[in-house]
């Protein structure tokens, strides 16, 4: 039977053995926390991000052109650079207390959201947004009806009718006021086929409509149904 005072040595020696063993685990995530956070080479780089609105005031709309993304210059690890972690970072403007028409000056380095820990912004491009509010209005505007190439030979367009004549638009106030009319896409007489014993003849045609200027939509039916009848020409 081992006496009191071995049992307490070998106590003593095992107690000893697990706490160098802790102490070179200890050491061994030490150093590898040292490689990975210390050691990870730090690069730049450059990266566009999304411009995003939070808290958007209803019946109001953004004004004058800005632009949809912004550049970030970032410095980080390359590691977590290279990791495509950056999928939910962007540039979020706060319209809580932007409720009426105006403008107002965001510094973007302020508004940045979702960048990974450890990338740092270095600096935006543009350094600042200047958003820019109006009223959301519609109104009615006439259906322009466009021809591709002459009336078929001896003849004459004596009527058109564009179903529906007008079409809603809507958008910021300033670009819906500029909009006079829409377009029909071209009616293509060239695939027309008239005979000499033709005296008059009735042409119909579905086209979409187009609104040129890409702040205003349209916001009733985006085609038109036309009729065209053609008269001859009498000597």
Do not use: C
């Not at 543009?126 to 003849?155: C, D, I, M, N, Y």
């Amino acid at each position: 039977m081992p006496s009191p005072m071995r049992a307490a040595g070998r106590m003593l020696r095992s107690a000893l053995l697990d706490q160098i063993g802790l102490k070179l685990f200890s050491v061994a995530v030490a150093v590898l926390l040292w490689l990975v956070f210390v050691e990870a080479p730090e690069l730049t780089s450059s990266v566009s991000v999304p411009v995003e609105f939070k808290n958007f005031p209803a019946g109001l709309d953004t004004g004058a052109e800005m632009p949809d993304e912004v550049q970030l210059q970032i410095s980080g690890p390359r590691d977590v650079l290279a990791s495509g972690g950056l999928g939910k970072t962007a540039v979020v403007l706060d319209l809580s207390n932007f409720n009426r028409p105006g403008e107002r000056t965001y510094t973007v380095a302020d508004s940045v959201y979702g960048l990974p820990a450890r990338v740092r912004l270095v600096r935006a491009i543009p350094f600042q947004l200047r958003l820019s509010l109006e009223p959301h209005v519609s109104r009615q505007v006439p259906v322009k009806l466009r021809f591709a190439g002459p009336v078929p030979a001896g003849f004459t367009v004596a009527q058109q009718i564009i179903v529906p004549p007008s079409v809603t638009i809507s958008g910021p106030q300033s670009q819906v006021e500029r909009v006079e009319s829409v377009q029909s896409d071209p009616f293509e007489f060239a695939t027309i086929e008239v005979g000499e014993e033709d005296k008059d003849k009735t042409l119909q045609g579905h086209l979409p409509v187009y609104v040129g200027n890409a702040r205003v939509r349209i916001d009733s039916s985006s085609a038109v149904d036309v009729k065209i009848q053609l008269q001859r020409i009498r000597n």
